[in-house]
């Protein structure tokens, strides 16, 4: 078994060949590529069988390297950074002409954000040049937490992963829309993680900085942001009453299923032709942040173990910002919501 030291010695050679590799972070493991090689980037995208339109976020290894992605850098961004970084938070900037705009999907923006792991950050700063990495497995399936979960998803294509344990946290990091104006800084979170818009509120009025919150963008600037994602190989249903039986809930979807179209946004939908006939539940621990944690780890087991598709009953104690970020996730896993 290779030592920390020469599985990350392996992967920047790797990546300076051009290559892509598996590398962990708190949040769910990624799947890297060096931001100077277009041909590497495409190569994310091909791997993954992504679409293009789908931007990729931008791992830095510090603050001073996050100034040279984005064409502006102010106060809001530094205050944010200074408090989140490392961490999973990843902020939506101008984007720097130097970046490829294969990275951006063509838009004018960029997102950055620091990896809060020990080998990520090494990596970054060995290899010193910034890491372009979405989620380490096949577009719209369940996210990786675990080394083992990649080298399954790409055992085909024997893609090299940086063994760094279990993900700490879980989920993909919060996504936030940064916009300076002469007013104050305009925020939008593109996507939820661990880190919630109270938490961004309280570090901005400690700073004094005058900021606003917007509800209504184009959620095209954050990866993840399609109706469908994150879905396992069996459909999972979400139940938002506790005490319907598992029968009933059953007879609904076999009644629903049917009637989905084959792809939504390039993701295709799973429907069992013969019907769904056996069901497990999926258990999550009472306490948000380590039901987050092992969330698609669950998922994963679960749906390895050959049902024809996975009940979730939301409880009614599951509420309040951190909840509502993993509903994010499990809502979009989804087939159904009944």
Same mark, same amino acid.
């Given at each position: 078994?290779?030592?920390?030291?020469?599985?990350?010695?392996?992967?920047?050679?790797?990546?300076?060949?051009?290559?892509?590799?598996?590398?962990?972070?708190?949040?769910?493991?990624?799947?890297?590529?060096?931001?100077?090689?277009?041909?590497?980037?495409?190569?994310?995208?091909?791997?993954? #069988?992504r +679409?293009?339109?789908?931007?990729? @976020?931008?791992?830095?290894?510090?603050?001073?390297q996050?100034?040279?992605?984005?064409?502006?850098?102010?106060?809001?961004?530094?205050?944010?950074? #200074?408090?989140?970084?490392?961490? $999973?938070?990843?902020?939506?900037?101008?984007?720097?002409?130097?970046? *490829?705009?294969?990275?951006?999907?063509?838009?004018?923006?960029?997102? @950055?954000?620091?990896?809060?792991?020990?080998?990520?950050l090494?990596?970054?700063?060995?290899?010193?040049? +910034?890491?372009?990495?979405?989620?380490?497995?096949?577009?719209?399936?369940?996210? $990786?937490?675990?080394?083992?979960?990649?080298?399954?998803?790409? &055992? *085909?294509?024997n893609?090299?992963?940086v %063994?760094?344990? !279990?993900?700490?946290?879980?989920?993909?990091?919060?996504?936030?829309?940064?916009?300076?104006?002469?007013?104050?800084?305009?925020?939008?979170?593109?996507?939820?993680?661990?880190?919630?818009?109270?938490?961004?509120?309280?570090?901005?009025?400690? &700073?004094?900085?005058?900021?606003?919150?917007?509800?209504?963008? !184009?959620?095209r600037?954050?990866?993840?942001?399609?109706?469908?994602?994150?879905?396992? $190989?069996?459909?999972?249903?979400?139940?938002?009453?506790? /005490?319907?039986? $598992?029968?009933?809930?059953?007879?609904?979807? *076999?009644?629903?299923?049917?009637?989905?179209?084959?792809e939504?946004?390039?993701? &295709?939908?799973?429907?069992?032709?013969?019907?769904?006939?056996?069901?497990?539940?999926?258990?999550?621990?009472?306490?948000?942040?380590?039901?987050?944690?092992?969330?698609y780890?669950?998922l994963?087991?679960?749906?390895?173990?050959?049902?024809?598709?996975?009940?979730?009953?939301?409880?009614?104690?599951?509420?309040?910002?951190?909840?509502? /970020?993993?509903? %994010?996730?499990?809502?979009?896993?989804?087939?159904?919501?009944?």
């Open positions: 078994m290779m030592s920390p030291n020469e599985a990350l010695a392996k992967a920047k050679i790797i990546l300076e060949e051009g290559g892509v590799i598996g590398f962990p972070t708190e949040t769910v493991y990624g799947l890297a590529a060096r931001i100077d090689i277009p041909s590497a980037i495409e190569k994310i995208f091909t791997t993954k #069988e +679409p293009f339109f789908d931007p990729l @976020i931008v791992h830095v290894a510090s603050i001073e996050a100034k040279k992605v984005t064409a502006f850098w102010g106060p809001a961004s530094q205050a944010l950074a #200074e408090a989140f970084w490392p961490g $999973p938070l990843t902020m939506v900037l101008p984007r720097d002409p130097s970046v *490829n705009a294969m990275i951006t999907s063509g838009l004018e923006s960029v997102g @950055i954000r620091m990896p809060n792991h020990p080998l990520a090494e990596l970054l700063q060995q290899v010193g040049v +910034p890491l372009a990495a979405p989620s380490a497995n096949k577009f719209g399936r369940t996210s $990786p937490t675990s080394a083992s979960h990649v080298r399954v998803e790409f &055992k *085909n294509e893609v090299f992963v %063994d760094g344990g !279990d993900c700490e946290i879980g989920i993909e990091s919060t996504v936030l829309l940064v916009r300076h104006r002469p007013e104050g800084v305009m925020l939008s979170i593109l996507r939820r993680g661990h880190i919630l818009k109270s938490d961004l509120a309280r570090v901005l009025e400690e &700073k004094g900085l005058a900021y606003e919150f917007i509800e209504q963008v !184009d959620k600037e954050s990866p993840g942001h399609m109706k469908h994602h994150y879905m396992p $190989p069996v459909p999972l249903v979400v139940c938002l009453d506790p /005490s319907r039986s $598992p029968e009933s809930v059953l007879k609904e979807v *076999n009644e629903k299923i049917g009637e989905l179209p084959d939504i946004e390039s993701i &295709k939908i799973i429907k069992p032709k013969a019907g769904i006939h056996s069901y497990e539940v999926l258990k999550l621990s009472e306490d948000p942040l380590l039901a987050t944690r092992e969330f780890g669950h994963r087991d679960v749906a390895a173990r050959g049902k024809d598709c996975i009940l979730f009953y939301r409880e009614a104690h599951q509420t309040g910002e951190r909840w509502e /970020s993993l509903f %994010d996730r499990l809502n979009k896993a989804a087939s159904l919501i009944v």
